[in-house]
């Protein structure tokens, strides 16, 4: 995996992403971010297939925000895809989404998720929440080291 520093949104509701990106801007956040739409395309960017055929496979953004009800593949069906490839399968991925349900965050991290993030409805508690995110997930985390081809 070479890593790349954009961010992965993976949000389907156009409120949503546009709230997520106002509060990554706010908070500084200048990392690239690429938005999928769905579960699907998604997983098209991250395998360079389909409409993102052309992209190099080996660049992989430095994390993953990925809602869970998503059109095409959920975000438990995105998980499992990704954590079932070696390429794939140590890239940091936070579950964003509005759901409280306990079944779906035991679902999300028995899926492989690293974390997983509830939406605070208050846009300040949103800020809030994105700006923790960033600091810890593209300051102070250090990623797994590049597996070495063999």
Do not use: C
Request: proline letters at 6%.
């Amino acid at each position: 995996m070479i890593e790349d520093r954009s961010i992965l949104l993976v949000e389907d509701n156009p409120k949503d992403e546009e709230l997520t990106l106002r509060a990554l801007r706010k908070n500084r956040i200048s990392n690239e971010v690429i938005v999928a739409r769905d579960g699907l395309e998604a997983l098209d960017f991250l395998f360079a297939r389909g409409s993102h055929a052309r992209r190099d496979p080996a660049v992989l953004p430095r994390l993953v925000l990925l809602d869970l009800k998503l059109p095409k593949l959920d975000g438990f069906e995105v998980m499992r895809q990704l954590r079932s490839h070696e390429r794939t399968q140590l890239l940091p991925v936070v579950i964003l989404t509005t759901s409280n349900e306990e079944q779906d965050r035991l679902a999300g991290y028995r899926s492989g998720a690293n974390s997983y993030v509830r939406k605070p409805v208050d846009f300040n508690e949103f800020m809030e929440a994105v700006r923790q995110l960033g600091l810890y997930w593209l300051i102070l985390n250090e990623a797994p080291p590049v597996p070495q081809e063999s």
